[in-house]
């Protein structure tokens, strides 16, 4: 799930059984192999959306616990725009981390890199590897050694009002050329504006970024890319489509604003991932699913490309209880937990075995996105790759709420990557 650098929810609680203690709180928190079963407390922080994946993950830790009935696990959502720093103030103090952390692909490297990550190589974590999608491992590793397990593996396309798009006579968008003018015909049929495009995110700006050629970083090179001609001309594209009106965009609560935009009908279009899907069908105008519909991101001048995103489930380096923990990963991340969570949330498997499963290979989402997901563009899988977001975020609001020029957004960017990446050009 991703809901989005900053996201607000309120931290739920949720114990899966009935002890309470965490992983580091002196409480009884280890766990013993004497006997051959494994023991003790999980303290397992989940990112997932409350409402709709949460419940799924939940109940899918409450069978890990039948499967090892003296092992207690304390479930606890955190919400996703949190827990990165959430995670590193409790690691770094050695009080209050948990066991098990769902880790968004990005910082992983960075929990690594300092120290706050169990290495899993030969642990009970990492049963079958060699099943899991190799674009899904590679946010998984540093330095050689293995610090996550895939959970989930995402990427963005447009989801579109089928029933606006028709009212309106228009196909959907291949280019963003194309969304101009399937807006301008949308608005004069409808009443309706074309695109709700997050302003609060930078996420979502990369799929323009990739559509004219460009990148936040070259991590092979250690050079700064986001202020290159192709990162400026991604921001006047962004800038264009709100200016134009194809779009609408906010500067603060953007997933909320676009999702109750999307699922009352109010707008045409959104850009969006798998971990939206379920969301999405809550709205009033999805009741009947097959209104929905998804399809590539429009592409740019430069060709068509969209993020690879994702999570990992990461064990904490000071836990209390490693060998309950990997099993949990292990199960978490296992054909069973897996299948479950692509029939429910129309989440994509990071296993390619899971693919094969009928209630998987019979779901239209996942359908669409799996081909999507193999062909989105890598982002640095560096220490740094999350923080890369933040100065992005910034520039690419002020850019689209007029407060900065498309060269000024991407040099104030690109200015702020170098002093963060110090030895890169």
Not at 18 to 33: E, P, V
Not at 344 to 359: A, C, F, G, H, M
Request: hydrophobic share 40%; charged share 25%; net charge neutral.
């Amino acid at each position: 799930m991703r809901r989005g650098i900053a996201a607000t929810a309120l931290v739920a609680a949720l114990g899966v059984t009935l002890a309470a203690c965490g992983s580091d709180d002196g409480n009884g928190g280890g766990g013993s192999k004497g006997s051959g079963e494994l023991s003790g407390t999980v303290t397992w922080w989940d990112t997932s959306t409350v409402g709709s994946e949460d419940k799924v993950f939940k109940k899918l830790a409450e069978d890990f616990t039948k499967k090892h009935p003296k092992v207690t696990v304390k479930y606890v959502n955190v919400p996703f725009g949190e827990a990165q720093n959430k995670f590193k103030n409790a690691a770094q103090s050695g009080s209050g981390a948990p066991d098990v952390i769902r880790s968004e692909v990005a910082w992983t490297p960075d929990f690594a890199n300092l120290g706050y990550l169990a290495p899993l190589d030969g642990t009970a974590a990492l049963k079958d590897d060699k099943d899991f999608l190799k674009q899904a491992s590679a946010s998984t590793k540093y330095n050689g050694k293995t610090y996550g397990v895939p959970q989930v593996i995402d990427s963005m396309g447009i989801f579109y009002n089928k029933k606006i798009f028709k009212d309106a006579g228009v196909d959907v968008p291949k280019s963003v050329d194309e969304l101009k003018s399937v807006a301008t015909k949308i608005k004069e049929k409808t009443g309706k504006t074309a695109l709700y495009l997050r302003g609060d995110d930078a996420y979502w700006f990369l799929s323009f970024l990739y559509g004219e050629g460009g990148d936040m970083a070259n991590a092979e090179q250690k050079k700064i890319t986001i202020d290159n001609a192709a990162g400026v001309k991604a921001f006047s594209t962004v800038k264009d489509l709100v200016d134009s009106k194809a779009a609408i965009t906010d500067a603060t609560n953007g997933w909320d604003n676009m999702q109750a935009a999307f699922k009352d009908g109010k707008v045409a279009m959104m850009i969006n991932g798998p971990w939206a899907v379920s969301d999405t069908y809550a709205g009033k105008e999805f009741a009947d699913k097959a209104n929905l519909g998804i399809a590539p991101v429009p592409a740019g001048s430069a060709g068509q490309g969209a993020p690879q995103g994702g999570h990992n489930l990461a064990v904490y380096a000071g836990s209390k209880n490693l060998d309950a923990s990997y099993a949990f990963v292990e199960y978490m991340t296992s054909v069973e937990a897996q299948t479950t969570a692509a029939k429910e949330l129309s989440l994509l498997p990071t296993r390619e075995s899971v693919y094969i499963k009928p209630d998987v290979a019979s779901n239209e989402m996942i359908g669409f996105f799996k081909p999507v997901v193999e062909k989105a563009v890598e982002r640095p899988w560096i220490p740094e790759g999350g923080s890369l977001f933040a100065p992005l975020q910034t520039e690419y609001t002020k850019v689209l709420t007029n407060q900065a020029t498309p060269e000024q957004g991407a040099k104030a960017t690109g200015d702020a990557y170098r002093k963060l990446l110090k030895d890169w050009k």
